[in-house]
């Protein structure tokens, strides 16, 4: 069985850090592509950064600079390390798992196991 479990989200003042992770069970880990997406309430789901099998990254263009992600294949760790978040970063947090050997990406098409998510608030 495949699963997808976030931790580190919560409730932080603008400018402050969070780091989320996400350990999968199921799937070779090490050869897969994984993502983070973000959902903020009355708005659709936006990729946020995407990593591949070899550690190509890319990230969605209001984070670039702020967030890093990052993998632990020995874990079967993901992990999003967010710095100076904003307001409008406040969302539920999804880990995503692809396909062995596929690319880094934003297309909800090249994922196929979810996580359930986890809050992340930030406010003034």
């Known amino acids: 069985r495949v699963l997808l479990l976030e931790s580190g989200g919560g409730s932080v003042q603008i400018g402050a850090s969070l780091t989320l992770s996400c350990v999968t069970t199921g799937i070779r880990y090490d050869t897969y592509s994984m993502a983070w997406f973000r959902q903020a309430p009355g708005k659709e789901r936006e990729g946020v950064a995407s990593i591949d099998h070899e550690g190509e990254t890319i990230y969605g263009d209001s984070v670039k600079g702020r967030f890093t992600i990052d993998r632990d294949n020995a874990k079967k760790l993901l992990t999003l390390r967010m710095n100076d978040l904003q307001s409008n970063d406040t969302a539920i947090y999804s880990c995503?798992?692809?396909?062995?050997?596929?690319?880094?990406?934003?297309?909800?098409?090249?994922?196929?196991?979810w996580g359930q998510g986890t809050q992340v608030t930030v406010s003034s």
């Open positions: 995503a798992a692809g396909y062995p050997y596929g690319i880094a990406t934003f297309d909800p098409q090249g994922f196929r196991w």
